[in-house]
């Protein structure tokens, strides 16, 4: 499983930005996709995911604030970030894995992308 995130940049408080995260190899068996990220100096966090059937579920910070989708046609994740905050800065790291448990677990099951930098200023 390949993950190539894109979308990052720089934007000011209150901004928005679209991560996207596109998937190729054998995705077949990858029911749960999401966003992790991570902020200089601290560890990394869970963001968001969603299931093959769309089922959603978002960290508390970034509830009411971000909607994360998919394109099952294009194996595309997105993450639409609104209101944008400058504790959201980090680098956002797109994930995927076999079940939900899984990726909200963040563990060696986790196929991992290369990160997107998002950075908020004030």
């Known amino acids: 499983v390949q993950l190539q995130a894109s979308g990052g940049g720089l934007v000011q408080a209150g901004g928005s930005l679209r991560l996207s995260c596109a998937a190729s190899g054998s995705i077949s068996s990858m029911h749960a996709m999401g966003w992790y990220r991570q902020a200089p100096g601290k560890e990394r966090e869970y963001v968001a995911l969603?299931?093959?059937?769309?089922?959603?579920n978002y960290a508390d910070p970034v509830k009411a604030r971000f909607t994360i989708s998919r394109d099952n046609a294009k194996n595309t994740v997105y993450l639409q970030m609104n209101s944008l905050k400058p504790d959201d800065t980090g680098a956002y790291y797109c994930a995927a894995a076999s079940s939900l448990l899984l990726l909200r677990r963040g563990g060696r099951s986790v196929y991992w992308g290369q990160g997107t930098l998002v950075t908020v200023s004030s």
């Open positions: 969603i299931t093959s059937s769309s089922t959603t």
